[in-house]
């Protein structure tokens, strides 16, 4: 996962100074959020001069404005590497996302806008850009409703990446990497304190937190259920319907009773020489898996993956017997490869 540092939220060093801090430690982008109706655009250009005197860095801008189309010569000129649009903000009956060769546009949308919004500039922008808090303001809490919106916009939008801007610390940046987030930008917690460390805590997975597993799991709506009556061939289609490599299975009584991962089905295979029409549920099951509750939290969920000398891809949450959801750690493991 990229990190890109929001400049504007240490004004104390100057913006030099800063860059080459950032730069020192190998950050990946300079966030800069650039709001029409509070600075003048020569205030943005003029700074983004001084960084580029100091560093090579790809610049992250970030348009909060009625018409944002005007700032387009301003991109070129300045040779802007990305640029994310503000949605709600925009009052222009025929605005249109460029399309410039040097420049990956985004379109950014706040927690109550729905990602649907996305589909009119899809064709032109590569990814979205979540703004978690208020947009343009620096320090505020993340929005734990973004969870699902991340979910569902990897589900409605494969193809495309997701920017997350907003209460971005190393809780909720570790969340972020089990959620399969491209890049966060970070502000307060990483250029208000130690750089380096706070960089080091927004890249590590040993974090003290106390965020609940119902606030980032993947609900059971959105879970590879199958039944214990369930064939082989519907147990396989369903993992490859999600792509989770796994399916949770429940019985006649929607009690949760274990999991069916493909080295169950693949051990399965061989044990029973490969005849599929009579493999079943119960034959290749795992009944006892490792699982969570809702309630628990991500000190829990760690303390109880080191606690096994398997690797864990993946924990059913359950209740009282009941499958609550899941949590997945593909997206983690690839981004510490």
Same mark, same amino acid.
């Given at each position: 996962?990229?990190?890109?540092?929001?400049?504007?939220?240490?004004?104390?060093?100057?913006?030099?100074?800063?860059?080459m801090?950032?730069?020192?430690?190998?950050?990946?982008?300079?966030?800069i959020?650039?709001?029409?109706?509070?600075?003048?655009?020569?205030? &943005? !250009?003029? *700074?983004?001069?001084?960084?580029?005197?100091?560093?090579? %860095?790809?610049?992250? #801008?970030? =348009?909060? +404005? @009625?018409?944002?189309?005007?700032?387009?010569?301003?991109?070129?000129?300045?040779?802007?590497?990305?640029v994310?649009?503000?949605?709600?903000? &925009? !009052?222009? *009956?025929?605005?249109?996302i460029?399309?410039?060769?040097? %420049?990956?546009?985004? #379109?950014? =949308?706040? +927690? @109550?806008?729905?990602?649907?919004?996305?589909?009119?500039?899809?064709?032109?922008c590569?990814?979205?850009?979540?703004?978690?808090?208020?947009p343009? !303001?620096?320090?505020?809490?993340?929005?734990?409703?973004?969870?699902?919106?991340?979910?569902?916009?990897?589900?409605?939008?494969?193809?495309k990446?997701?920017?997350?801007?907003?209460?971005?610390?190393?809780?909720?940046?570790?969340?972020?990497?089990?959620?399969?987030?491209?890049?966060?930008?970070?502000?307060?917690?990483?250029?208000?304190?130690?750089?380096?460390?706070?960089l080091?805590?927004?890249?590590?997975?040993?974090?003290?937190?106390?965020?609940?597993?119902?606030e980032?799991?993947?609900?059971?709506?959105?879970?590879?259920?199958?039944?214990?009556?369930?064939?082989?061939?519907?147990?396989?289609?369903?993992?490859?319907?999600?792509?989770?490599g796994y399916?949770?299975?429940?019985?006649?009584?929607?009690?949760?009773?274990?999991?069916?991962?493909?080295?169950?089905?693949?051990?399965?295979?061989?044990?029973?020489?490969?005849?599929?029409?009579?493999?079943?549920?119960?034959?290749?099951?795992?009944?006892?898996?490792?699982t969570?509750?809702?309630?628990?939290?991500?000190?829990?969920?760690?303390?109880?993956?080191?606690?096994?000398?398997?690797?864990?891809?993946?924990?059913?949450?359950?209740?009282?017997?009941?499958?609550k959801?899941?949590?997945?750690?593909?997206?983690?493991?690839?981004?510490?490869?």
């Amino acid at each position: 996962m990229k990190i890109s540092a929001s400049l504007y939220s240490n004004k104390i060093k100057k913006l030099e100074a800063l860059a080459m801090e950032l730069d020192s430690v190998n950050i990946d982008m300079f966030h800069i959020d650039f709001n029409d109706k509070k600075v003048e655009i020569d205030k &943005i !250009e003029n *700074d983004i001069k001084r960084i580029r005197k100091v560093s090579s %860095t790809p610049i992250d #801008l970030h =348009i909060i +404005s @009625k018409e944002p189309s005007k700032y387009g010569n301003f991109i070129l000129k300045n040779n802007i590497e990305r640029v994310a649009y503000q949605l709600e903000d &925009i !009052e222009e *009956d025929e605005f249109e996302i460029p399309n410039f060769e040097n %420049t990956q546009f985004g #379109l950014a =949308i706040t +927690s @109550k806008t729905n990602i649907e919004v996305f589909d009119k500039y899809s064709d032109k922008c590569s990814y979205v850009l979540l703004m978690t808090t208020t947009p343009g !303001e620096s320090g505020g809490k993340f929005n734990t409703i973004n969870f699902k919106k991340i979910r569902h916009f990897k589900r409605t939008y494969p193809t495309k990446s997701i920017h997350v801007d907003g209460g971005i610390n190393d809780e909720i940046g570790f969340v972020m990497r089990i959620l399969g987030v491209q890049s966060v930008v970070s502000g307060s917690f990483l250029v208000k304190e130690n750089i380096a460390k706070s960089l080091l805590k927004l890249k590590s997975s040993l974090i003290n937190s106390k965020l609940k597993i119902k606030e980032f799991m993947i609900s059971k709506d959105e879970c590879p259920i199958i039944s214990e009556e369930s064939s082989l061939p519907d147990i396989l289609k369903k993992i490859n319907d999600y792509d989770f490599g796994y399916v949770i299975v429940e019985n006649s009584n929607k009690e949760f009773i274990g999991i069916i991962s493909m080295a169950d089905v693949r051990k399965g295979l061989i044990k029973n020489e490969f005849d599929i029409k009579n493999i079943k549920v119960s034959d290749i099951i795992n009944k006892k898996p490792v699982t969570i509750g809702t309630s628990d939290n991500i000190n829990y969920m760690l303390k109880t993956i080191q606690n096994h000398d398997f690797l864990i891809s993946f924990i059913p949450v359950v209740d009282n017997k009941k499958i609550k959801g899941s949590i997945t750690f593909f997206n983690l493991i690839n981004s510490e490869s």
